[in-house]
Nanobody, 128 residues
């Protein structure tokens, strides 16, 4: 069983930065793909960014490119999301997700249904 634990959320002023972490345990992650999603109050959960564990291929929601950076530390089995120039509209619960087999990653990376494992989420609040 894969376990994902997010951390690093909090309250930040607009223009500030946060780095979220997602610690993964339970399996060998060499063939995994992982992603970040977020859900604001009253809205659907939406894709933020994704990364393939072995090759580090990354994808982003178009509107977040340049402000958010996804990365992973293979040795620590940890994925990160560096968020800069934060805006009030970035306020949401941020979830990390994982899929054991990244085959066809390019076709499903932004879809919630593409991921089998989810963390519990971490709250990010950006004040204006």
């Amino acid at each position: 069983q894969v376990r994902l634990v997010e951390s690093g959320g909090g309250l930040v002023q607009a223009g500030g930065s946060l780095r979220l972490s997602c610690a993964a345990s339970g399996r060998t992650f060499s063939s995994y793909a992982m992603g970040w999603f977020r859900q604001a109050p009253g809205k659907e959960r939406e894709f933020v960014a994704a990364i393939s564990w072995s090759f580090g291929v990354t994808y982003y929601k178009d509107s977040l490119k340049g402000r958010f950076t996804i990365s992973r530390d293979n040795a620590k089995n940890t994925m990160y999301l560096q968020m800069n120039s934060l805006k009030p509209e970035d306020t949401a619960v941020y979830y990390c997700a994982a899929q054991e087999d990244w085959e066809g990653f390019r076709s499903w990376y932004s879809s919630r249904s593409g991921y089998d494992y989810w963390g519990q989420g971490t709250q990010v609040t950006v004040s204006s």
